[in-house]
Every structure is written in structure tokens, then in C-alpha cells.
């Protein structure tokens, strides 16, 4: 059978993604540790352990300038997750900045916390700083949530379909926003994330 344009198209697209994208151990070592970012260790003793079998995108919520010290507002995050809300550490494992740069925030092996109904046990959690209700993230944003989520999903084996949101597992949150949440209802960051995929396992054959 002749391959048709459509699948030449597709084919080269594929190529491309895969000579260009940086390597997912890259993407890995690249993760600015908690110690770096001035954070603290979470009581372990406290903590709730699970297993990652999904991944689930949220956004901070709230306004995020230009300019604005993401490792400051880290530590920020830090301290009123401890203190005002009792939590073991920030929610979330992973937070993105304005720059596109990944950051730890909790342990993966860590359960998350959430001010909403649903249990986040078993979810990988990413943030991305910003309220997408207000405005639209960055290509940098997007750029680096492809990357940790195919990270995350080779790592943790996550089927593209448990690549969700938050609001995909509550009614009662738009996070992360209309602006961000189009990308996971559109299958945006699904799509992505299997090209990324398929360039990694193409470049360690």
C-alpha cells in the first residue's frame, strides 16, 4: 500500500518532534529541587503515600506578573499550605512557571492535597502559575507541561486517557481555568504527549 500524504505529513511531523524535543532524562535533571528554591522538607512520618496512575493539571489561580519571583512565591506557597492550612507541604508535586521552568514542590511519593471534593491519591500534580480564567498561558507554559507529562506518564506508565484536569474530577473548581483547560478538552496536551513519546522511544532505538 502507498502511504498517503496525510500519513507522510504525520510521519514528518513525527521526525521533527522527535530531533527536536529535549530528552525526557533532560527534562528530569532540569526540575529545580525543593532545597534550591529555599523550601523545607515534609514531615515524612505525616505524609500518605501512594502510587502514581494519573496526571491532573491545575492552575495557581490567581494573578502571576511578570517579574514576579517564582521561588519566592514558592516559599510563600510553603508556608500558608502549612500553616493556614494544616496541609503536609505544598499540594501539588510539580509547579511551572511564567519561563516555562518545572519546579519539585512535593514528593511524588506523597499524596497531594485539595480544597475540593475529590482524592487526589494516585494523581501527579502540576501547577501552572497564573489564573486562566483571566488570561491565556504562555507557549513556554505549554511547552513544559508537554515535557513533565510525558515525563511523568513513561515514568509512572499513565495512560494518555488519565491525562485530565482538575475540573475533570470535581464540579465544584474551573481550575485550571477556561484558558488552560481547552488544551486538556481538545486534546491538546494528550496529543503532544503521545508524539513525545513516540520521538523518545524513536531516539533510544
Known amino acids: 500500500m502507498r502511504p498517503t500524504a496525510l500519513s507522510c505529513i504525520a510521519a514528518l511531523v513525527l521526525s521533527l518532534s522527535a530531533h527536536a524535543a529535549e530528552p525526557l532524562a533532560a527534562v528530569e535533571r532540569g526540575i529545580v529541587p525543593v532545597a534550591t528554591w529555599g523550601g523545607t522538607p ?22 502571576f506578573k511578570p517579574g514576579t519571583d517564582p521561588q519566592a512565591y514558592l516559599r510563600r506557597l510553603q508556608s500558608w499550605s502549612r500553616t493556614t492550612k494544616g496541609w503536609l507541604d505544598i499540594p501539588y508535586h510539580y509547579v511551572i512557571d511564567l519561563d516555562g521552568r518545572i519546579y519539585g514542590a512535593r514528593r511524588i511519593e506523597f499524596a497531594g492535597d485539595t480544597n475540593t471534593e475529590y482524592d487526589p491519591t494516585g494523581h501527579a500534580l502540576i501547577e501552572v ?12 507554559q505549554l511547552d513544559a507541561v508537554v515535557d513533565l507529562m510525558a515525563l511523568l506518564a513513561r515514568k509512572y506508565q499513565v495512560s494518555l486517557d488519565d491525562i485530565k484536569s482538575h475540573r475533570d474530577h470535581s464540579d465544584k473548581t474551573v481550575c485550571p481555568g477556561a484558558n488552560l483547560y481547552r488544551y486538556v478538552k481538545e486534546d491538546y496536551f494528550r496529543h503532544k504527549v503521545a508524539l513525545r513519546l513516540a520521538g523518545e522511544q524513536a531516539n533510544t532505538r
Open 42 to 63: 515534609a514531615d515524612a512520618g505525616k505524609a500518605k503515600r501512594h502510587a502514581i496512575s494519573q496526571i491532573t493539571l491545575h492552575h495557581q489561580g490567581e494573578p
Open 129 to 140: 502559575v497564573g489564573n486562566f480564567e483571566e488570561v491565556e498561558p504562555n507557549q513556554q
